[in-house]
C-alpha cells in the first residue's frame, strides 16, 4: 500500500502541530520545516480543518493548532479520510477484468488493504508522539523548546 503526497503531508502536520503543542503553527513554518510547498500545504491543512482536525485561528497572532486532543486522532481514520481512492489494483474500481467473475487475488488484496487500516486504526496521534518522540521531533523539526528558544536544526 502505498499513501499518497496528499495524506503524507496531512500526516506529517499533524504530528508537527502534535509536537509543538501547547503552541500555534502557521503554515509557512510547517512547510519550512519540511521543506515542502506552501500552496500544497495549505490546501491538505484547510481539508484537515474541515474534518475537525486542526482549528485555524485567523488574524494577528492567529495560527493552526489540534482541534482535539492527539488520543482522540486515529491514524487509520485519518488515511481513510485523505486518501481519494483506497483500491489496490484497478479491478477494485470502475475498470473491469476479464477474470473478475474467478479471481480469488482480489479477495486476499481486499483482505490485505483492511489488515493495513486495521492496523493503522490501533494507532492515534498520541502514541506517534509518545516515549519521548514529541520531544525528538520538536528538534528535528527546529521547534521551540519549552523554553521558547529554537531548538535543534
Do not use: W
Amino acid at each position: 500500500m502505498r499513501l499518497t503526497r496528499y495524506t503524507d503531508y496531512a500526516l506529517r502536520t499533524l504530528l508537527y502541530l502534535g509536537a509543538n503543542e501547547p503552541r500555534q503553527s502557521s503554515i509557512a513554518e510547517i512547510a519550512r520545516a519540511y521543506g515542502i510547498s506552501e500552496n500544497h500545504l495549505t490546501k491538505v491543512v484547510h481539508q484537515l480543518g474541515r474534518l475537525g482536525l486542526v482549528r485555524t485561528i485567523r488574524g494577528r497572532g492567529g495560527g493552526l493548532r489540534l482541534a482535539l486532543s492527539p488520543g482522540e486522532i486515529v491514524v487509520g481514520a485519518v488515511v481513510r479520510q485523505t486518501e481519494e481512492d483506497l483500491v489496490l489494483v484497478e479491478c477494485f474500481g470502475a475498470g473491469a477484468c476479464a477474470i473478475t467473475p474467478a479471481c480469488r487475488l482480489r479477495r486476499a488484496l481486499g483482505e490485505a488493504l483492511a489488515a493495513f487500516l486495521a492496523v493503522l486504526d490501533g494507532y492515534t496521534l498520541a502514541d506517534l508522539l509518545a516515549g519521548g518522540a514529541a520531544p525528538d521531533l520538536a528538534r528535528l523539526l527546529g521547534l521551540p523548546d519549552p523554553g521558547g528558544e529554537r531548538v535543534g536544526v
